[in-house]
């Protein structure tokens, strides 16, 4: 079983970038999925949220409200995270997690996650 992250990268302040997180070995779309991030020198914080059994809802930081969101695309076994108008405090590594348990209601508890990807950087920089 493997997460992988990516589509990390520089961007300028503004700008946009969109991360994948796939799946290997297991059916995303029967897992709720989280994205993660750590800045240097931070704790790592929950950033985005689909649980699977939130009827399509998902959740997000209040520090990425309105500029995040995230999707699934059950055929491609890959979660995404769109990231719209980015700042510079946005700039950390960004880590997929996928969660076994019935969710309907967003999870940032990192111990309750069964599995992690490798994180991707995102660097937001002019």
């Known amino acids: 079983v493997q997460l992988q992250a990516s589509g990390g990268g520089l961007v300028q302040p503004g700008g946009s970038l969109r991360l994948s997180c796939v799946g290997t070995g297991l059916l995303l779309d029967y897992y709720s999925v989280a994205w993660f991030r750590q800045a240097p020198g931070k704790e790592r914080e929950g950033v985005s949220c689909i649980p699977n059994n939130s009827g399509g809802l998902t959740y997000h930081a209040d520090s990425v409200k309105g500029r995040f969101t995230v999707s699934r695309a059950d055929a491609k076994n890959t979660v995404f995270l769109q990231m719209n108008s980015l700042k510079a405090e946005d700039t950390a590594v960004y880590y997929c997690?996928?969660?076994?348990?019935?969710?309907?209601?967003?999870?940032?508890?990192?111990?309750?996650?069964?599995?992690w990807g490798q994180g991707t950087l995102v660097t937001v920089s002019s």
């Open positions: 997690a996928a969660d076994s348990r019935l969710i309907s209601s967003a999870g940032w508890r990192e111990y309750e996650y069964d599995y």
